[in-house]
């Protein structure tokens, strides 16, 4: 964090683009973690379900809906780029995720959970740190439910199993028959190779090799550095790795071609059919109560 400046060294205000600039740059990873009431209307704007196995779907980019009262964001002061101010949609990911959660549970007999953004991004970002996620006061409510949701179904997942998996689904252009992985290079999942070793991460037996194996083309699938700009954002590393929640957390970047609409039944039930095995793998059954 940063370290307060001493009174009598400020001689006049810093430009607003230099102190987000700054704060972006130290801010530390610290979602908000109370799942709190939802403002009358949330509901409407993000849905969740809460599940019984060790699996937390979060999709932040998919959704098309106004929020009642906050105007479109307009990044001022904000550095553009993968990990700054965004507006493109991420379309098909509301769609995905719900499809995926609904094949787990048709595999499975138990439900994921999962926290999905109904509201669009150019209002709120939840995949930013909350100072620039969002603009107006109106939307900090939205914001706070969505992170305090994910941060419950955490703890949640953490007591009941000591060990889970986050899935945080995107899209991206690059390369529509692709899904890229964003791990920070390995941080978000260090839990799983502490307990598993290296193969749990790369080669057949991690998760994109089972999503391979599936019938999904991912990238990487060897301990290659992952694709920048792809490579796991504020989510995956504030709910995976070691610090946090005890989790393990992977963003998917899936290309045009598994969300296009007449193909996302055919993707989530390859993705769950990867999900199915890596929970045979590496989750643990419910603790004994």
Request: net charge positive; charged share 20%; hydrophobic share 35%.
């Amino acid at each position: 964090m940063n370290q307060p400046v001493p009174t009598a060294e400020i001689t006049k205000p810093m430009p607003r683009s230099i102190c987000l600039s700054v704060l972006f740059a130290f801010l530390a990873i610290s979602p908000s973690t109370r799942a709190e009431e939802p403002k009358p209307g949330t509901e409407t704007l993000v849905s969740t379900q809460a599940g019984q196995l060790p699996i937390i779907l979060s999709a932040p980019h998919g959704g098309e809906l106004a929020v009642p009262g906050v105007p479109v964001r307009t990044g001022d002061g904000i550095p553009k780029g993968p990990s700054g101010f965004v507006t493109v949609r991420d379309g098909g990911t509301e769609q995905l995720a719900i499809a995926i959660a609904a094949e787990l549970e048709q595999r499975m007999g138990k439900k994921p959970y999962y926290v999905v953004a109904r509201f669009s991004r150019k209002y709120i970002d939840p995949n930013r740190p909350a100072p620039i996620a969002y603009e107006h006061p109106e939307a900090k409510p939205i914001y706070d439910f969505y992170h305090g949701t994910l941060a419950k179904f955490a703890r949640e997942v953490h007591t009941k199993f000591d060990r889970g998996l986050v899935l945080d689904i995107h899209g991206q252009g690059s390369a529509r028959d692709t899904i890229f992985r964003g791990t920070q290079n390995g941080k978000t999942v260090a839990l799983l190779t502490q307990r598993f070793g290296p193969e749990a991460q790369v080669g057949p037996k991690s998760f994109f090799g089972l999503l391979m194996t599936a019938g999904c083309k991912g990238f990487p699938l060897d301990d290659s550095a992952e694709r920048q700009g792809f490579g796991g954002g504020f989510i995956v590393q504030s709910y995976g790795g070691t610090d946090h929640f005890g989790l393990d957390a992977i963003q998917l970047e899936f290309g045009a071609d598994f969300r296009a609409r007449e193909n996302v039944k055919a993707s989530a039930a390859k993705v769950a059919d990867a999900v199915v095995s890596f929970v045979k793998l590496y989750l643990s059954e419910p603790k004994q109560q």
